[in-house]
């Protein structure tokens, strides 16, 4: 499936995009259960292809990469939205960077944030006018944020649509580092790193090879050439401890690592549907420490 199968809207989304809300949608029609995450808005995102899209996951449900996409959706968005809902966060701005089909704006949950989605000019149009088709409203609570990565001060583009950079905010970056260069990665976290002290960021990233098990690198093998067909090859795989090094440098400290089967409760993967964790990406959450002298930054 190219982009070419997605007239009109599809074109100016990535197809990611679209493939990463079709798996957090099929997970509440395809999976047998515990829910890992309920996204209840990703089907009505897909728009005119939400049939045709779910059709390969209802249809092929146990395939190991279809089944390997749903797991890798519901837990990375599972183990972010746990960590920002925290009640003793505090923090009550979110950036949602490459936010795509990203449903969390317009459910129940976002209610106390103001969020700031961050992508590229046409996917957000195209977005809105998915929203439109839905009949979902855009709350006053979200600002629609263009940027262009590669050439867009981040920080900048931020605080002119409205984050208060004296405050800490709350950065998800997922999906997306796979795809940057290794430099472009670091220029991301450094720019995120001038935000509040108390700030946090939760990205994932997917394992090189050597540490990947059998099930992951069976992903890798069958998904990588098609992602690169497709336009979209990926370019970086870190190891936790890269990673960690890399936050560092942008001045974060790391508070927890996950792979894919720590990422959530481990009671989720008492299962007898063909949902099954991967040594194939992990999770990482960070945060700006205090500097010396500050009092506490309200985490």
């Known amino acids: 499936m190219t982009t070419a199968d997605f007239p009109g809207i599809a074109p100016r989304v990535s197809r990611t995009a679209f493939t990463a809300a079709a798996a957090r949608a099929a997970h509440l029609l395809v999976d047998a259960g515990p829910i890992v995450f309920s996204d209840t808005l990703a089907a009505a995102l897909l728009g005119e292809r939400a049939e045709e899209l779910l059709a390969y996951h209802h249809l092929h449900g146990t395939h190991p990469v279809l089944a390997g996409a749903r797991a890798q959706a519901v837990c990375r968005s599972r183990f972010t939205e746990d960590r920002l809902l925290r009640a003793n966060s505090g923090i009550d701005q979110y950036v949602i960077l490459g936010a795509g089909l990203d449903s969390f704006a317009y459910r129940e949950v976002s209610a106390r944030f103001r969020v700031f989605e961050v992508d590229r000019s046409a996917t957000q149009a195209a977005k809105r006018e998915l929203l439109e088709g839905a009949g979902v409203a855009v709350p006053a609570s979200v600002t629609f944020v263009p940027v262009d990565f590669e050439a867009d001060p981040l920080r900048e583009r931020l605080v002119q649509s409205g984050l208060d950079p004296f405050r800490p905010v709350f950065v998800s970056w997922l999906g997306v580092t796979m795809y940057l260069t290794r430099k472009a990665i670091l220029a991301t976290l450094t720019d ?37 067909e497709q336009g979209e090859p990926w370019r970086t795989f870190l190891s936790p401890a890269e990673v960690a090094g890399l936050l560092r440098e942008a ?23 063909a949902l099954r964790p991967a040594a194939l990406s992990a999770l990482v959450h960070a945060r700006i420490p205090d500097r010396p002298g500050m009092a506490g930054s309200g985490t």
Do not use: K, M
């Not at 108390?198 to 059998?214: C, F, K, M, N």
């Open 251 to 273: 001045g974060f400290e790391v508070v927890e690592q996950a792979g894919q089967r720590e990422s959530v409760d481990a009671r989720l993967w008492n299962r007898t549907d």
């Open 192 to 228: 995120l790193g001038g935000f509040a002290p108390g700030s946090q960021i939760v990205t994932d990233h997917l394992l090189p090879a050597e540490l990947r098990d059998e099930a992951g690198n069976g992903y890798a093998e069958a998904v990588a050439p098609v992602a690169a």
